[in-house]
């Protein structure tokens, strides 16, 4: 165990309200104790470090000027909450996160009133900001009362159009709340696009000095001697852009930059602002991602998220890969077929390390776009690019892709374009969560018309399916596969183009088949040598394709069986809804036909290790082999007996 560090004042915080009686001097000290306290307890679990580093004065100083939960502190994705949770009652549990049965890692309401709103998708912040100043305004019940509304945003979720949405919103209903726009130029990936740019130069065309004096507070709320400075300060940001600042143009009144990593500025501005807005007001704070820690500072990503590490040398404890990632698959294969065809791009939506494209941006940076954190754009972008003769690839986490959904029907279902969906982190995703299993895009993919939708069982599958979809031109096409490693299977040189609607028989049995869809195959397959040391031996199938089934192989093996299973790491709805609804039209039940259907379980499962989540969702190899024993009867006959 790591050892922990000295915290004589963050020893005596249990509340947010323990941060009153400390002087400004001492709120330096506890920042520090903060940092190392975030640091040390990262190392035991891993998990998000950077955001959170950069973040330390910030949620020092909200903390003490502000009187959570009355006042609602909303953390945009919430990657960067870590600290606030160590501030807000749950520094015992800090060891426990991420974890089974352990704290979040994200902010949940159903965890601490001191988390208003759950996250972990971007660029909600505003909008539920938004929504508490209204509801205070308008009288909502609330356990902990209503106070100020405060979203902490990053500028990587402020390249999504949702977040301005909401401050168009905000301007116009003219509500007092409070946006701080924790810039670091750094959210998962580096910041792309305009938006960026504008951030940069509103900070490096002006001396940063001369902002000083702007830091105190927008010209309206100051005293009389401080006006004259800060008007200057202000006009010179004002003069950056036509008609004032963005911001500004929103309806917003714009303070900053300030360092966000200087108390002496924090404190006082946020007490003003407290003190004395009226309306909407954005402060424009900048951070350091992985602040005070040298490893994450270092690091390519500062340290976003991490295993277990060693303090001292930031060195992490990452299990030896026993077989490549799907997600290293995917991005390998991609990049080998562009090499053969010019016509193939990239698109994702700010992960491109995530998504394995991180290969692809730097072999042909020309066809790889990063759109940032906007998958409605991101879709239709590539449907674009497809109406305009290209080969896109749009990659995307699961999870991530239900942003863009309606314009996966508007824009590219309902014109039959040829986009090429790559669906990462397919099924349960472990540490994260509920909040980005990737657990609905078989239902919310195979339910469209002219869709196609494919799962490999295997890495060796992937890299057909990646071949397939690039030789698909007759509409769209999607392909999903999970986090992590595949089943160390032997690999083709290439990938094959497959044969659409067709699966693939894997082993000859009898009385019962089994139909997989996706990587639940290893666990069938083990479930398999169970039940072989029984007597019972099940005809297993890959179904490769949910859309469109392959009627052939489903109606065979519901001919041939007295039982026939289902299996997929998807919700209710999906491949086993469709083979269902294909068997009752062929009027398969009315001769006998026992059929189930394996899902995941119609609740959001908490976050464990992966194979803790399927085993409470039942689609590990013993619930494999004990849905088999049950549909023929066997554990009944067992009790008779």
Excluded at 461 to 488: C, N, Q, S, W
Aim: net charge negative; proline share 5%.
């Amino acid at each position: 165990m790591a050892s922990r560090p000295e915290t004589p004042l963050l020893d005596r915080v249990q509340t947010p309200a323990d941060l009153k009686r400390f002087s400004d001097a001492e709120l330096s000290r506890l920042a520090h104790e903060l940092r190392a306290e975030t640091i040390a307890a990262v190392s035991e679990t891993g998990g998000h470090l950077g955001a959170g580093l950069g973040v330390v004065e910030l949620t020092v100083a909200l903390h003490a000027v502000f009187d959570a939960p009355r006042d609602k502190i909303i953390w945009d994705v919430s990657h960067q909450s870590y600290p606030h949770k160590i501030l807000t009652g749950r520094r015992d549990r800090m060891r426990t996160i991420r974890q089974k049965d352990g704290l979040s890692g994200f902010t949940k309401r159903s965890e601490s009133p001191y988390d208003p709103f759950g996250a972990a998708h971007s660029s909600t912040s505003i909008s539920a900001g938004l929504g508490f100043a209204v509801a205070r305004d308008l009288g909502g019940a609330s356990d902990t009362g209503h106070g100020d509304s405060i979203a902490v945003i990053g500028d990587g979720a402020m390249s999504a159009g949702m977040a301005y949405e909401a401050m168009n919103n905000a301007g116009g209903l003219n509500k007092r709340m409070i946006v701080i726009l924790n810039d670091n130029e750094m959210s998962i990936a580096p910041p792309t696009g305009a938006m960026s740019s504008y951030l940069s130069r509103l900070y490096a065309e002006a001396p940063f000095h001369d902002l000083k004096a702007a830091a105190k507070g927008a010209v309206s709320l100051l005293p009389e001697p401080f006006r004259e400075g800060a008007r200057r300060a202000k006009d010179m940001i004002k003069g950056m852009a036509v008609g004032g600042t963005l911001f500004e143009a929103l309806g917003f009144s714009y303070l900053g930059p300030i360092d966000g990593h200087d108390l002496s500025q924090l404190l006082p501005v946020l007490r003003t602002v407290r003190q004395r807005a009226t309306g909407p007001i954005l402060i424009h704070v900048l951070t350091q991602k992985g602040k005070g820690y040298a490893p994450a500072e270092a690091a390519s990503d500062k340290g976003h998220a991490t295993a277990k590490f060693d303090v001292i040398t930031g060195k992490q404890a990452k299990a030896p890969s026993n077989a490549p990632s799907y997600t290293k698959v995917f991005g390998e294969t991609l990049t080998t077929l562009a090499a053969d065809d010019p016509r193939i791009c990239a698109v994702t939506a700010a992960m491109p390390d995530g998504t394995g494209l991180n290969l692809f941006a730097e072999r042909y940076p020309s066809r790889c776009f990063d759109v940032g954190i906007a998958e409605q754009h991101g879709v239709t972008f590539a449907a674009g690019l497809a109406a305009g003769g290209m080969r896109p690839f749009c990659a995307m986490y699961s999870t991530f892709l239900q942003r863009g959904y309606d314009q996966v029907v508007h824009d590219v279902a309902i014109q039959r374009l040829p986009v090429r969906f790559a669906i990462d982190r397919a099924g349960l995703v472990g540490a994260d969560g509920a909040t980005h299993a990737g657990s609905y895009d078989i239902a919310y993919m195979a339910n469209l018309p002219g869709m196609v939708v494919m799962a490999a069982a295997d890495e060796a599958e992937l890299k057909h399916m990646v071949a397939t979809a690039a030789a698909h031109d007759e509409g769209p096409i999607a392909f999903r596969y999970p986090r992590g490693e595949g089943e160390g299977v032997e690999m083709p040189e290439r990938g094959e183009v497959l044969e659409i609607g067709k699966g693939r028989m894997i082993r000859e049995g009898s009385r019962v088949a089994i139909l997989s869809f996706g990587t639940r195959m290893g666990e069938v397959m083990r479930a398999c040598e169970t039940l072989d040391a029984q007597g019972i031996t099940p005809t297993v199938a890959d179904a490769r394709f949910a859309k469109p089934l392959d009627r052939d192989l489903i109606l065979t093996l519901a001919r041939e069986h007295e039982a026939l299973i289902t299996i997929e790491e998807g919700a209710v709805g999906g491949f086993g809804s469709h083979v269902a609804q294909l068997l009752a039209e062929e009027g398969v039940f009315d001769t006998g036909l026992r059929y189930r259907s394996m899902v995941l379980p119609d609740i959001f499962i908490d976050q464990a290790s992966p194979a803790d989540m399927y085993a409470v969702a039942g689609l590990n190899a013993a619930d494999i082999a004990a849905k088999v024993l049950s549909v023929l009867g066997v554990e009944s006959i067992g009790k008779r007996a």
